[in-house]
């Protein structure tokens, strides 16, 4: 990561609720998350959006435009909170990548463990529906933003029940009802905008959790 940043020609402050780079645009970066948060998500032919991911410090947003001729963002990326990232340009980045073969293998490896992640988001919404979805996404924010609480796992991360939706594949009225559900059985409880898991073992026994590991099975 070191050696990515080291490649940046700027950095650049972003702003809530405003869009990094938007699917279809023209794709002259790609960007290392210095601090703040950053949704990556699809637009299907419906309007519906599909969140895909939430990523932070550390992350890297935009690689999948590396390699293409006359390449165009295939995602987009939403500011969820205030920050800066590095910007490195493309062209110098897949230089560099030609150039470095320890960076070319690492890079290889992050890229690795993302398709798997996004590989198992995958499979649970096609597996188990929308309840399942919304289980899942649960286990996922717990995994990666989750606080231990004394009466549970805190998911330090506000989301509106539209945004959790959008991880689900599914409308904000069926995430409502299904989180109703939940809070009434005293599986989780909801304070400020932010989600408590009572029982976690009861959201993963749902699902017929795997059990792959938090770095496999995270929103991020």
């Known amino acids: 990561m070191k050696e990515l940043v080291s490649k940046a020609h700027r950095q650049l402050e972003i702003k809530k609720d405003t869009y990094l780079f938007r699917e279809g645009e023209q794709a002259e970066e790609v960007y290392y998350i210095q601090s703040g ?79 798997r992640k996004t590989q198992t988001k995958f499979r649970d919404l096609v597996l188990h529906g929308k309840k399942g979805a919304l289980y899942s996404t649960l286990i996922r924010m717990c995994n990666s933003y989750g606080v231990m609480k004394e009466n549970g796992i805190l998911i330090d991360l506000q989301l509106t029940n539209q945004e959790l939706a959008n991880f689900c594949g599914t409308s904000r009225e069926v995430v409502n009802r299904l989180l109703k559900d939940l809070r009434e059985q005293g599986i989780i409880s909801i304070k400020r905008g932010k989600i408590t898991v009572h029982n976690l073992t009861y959201l993963r026994n749902e699902i017929d959790c795997e059990d792959c590991p938090p770095e496999i099975c995270s929103i991020d």
């Open 37 to 115: 948060k950053i949704q990556i998500s699809k637009i299907a032919a419906d309007g519906q959006e599909l969140a895909l991911r939430i990523c932070s410090k550390g992350d890297i947003v935009g690689e999948l435009t590396l390699f293409a001729e006359q390449a165009k963002y295939l995602l987009n990326a939403k500011v969820l909170e205030d920050g800066i990232v590095s910007c490195i340009q493309r062209d110098v980045l897949e230089k560099s990548l030609l150039e470095n073969n320890k960076l070319a293998l690492e890079f290889m490896k992050w890229m690795s463990d993302h398709f």
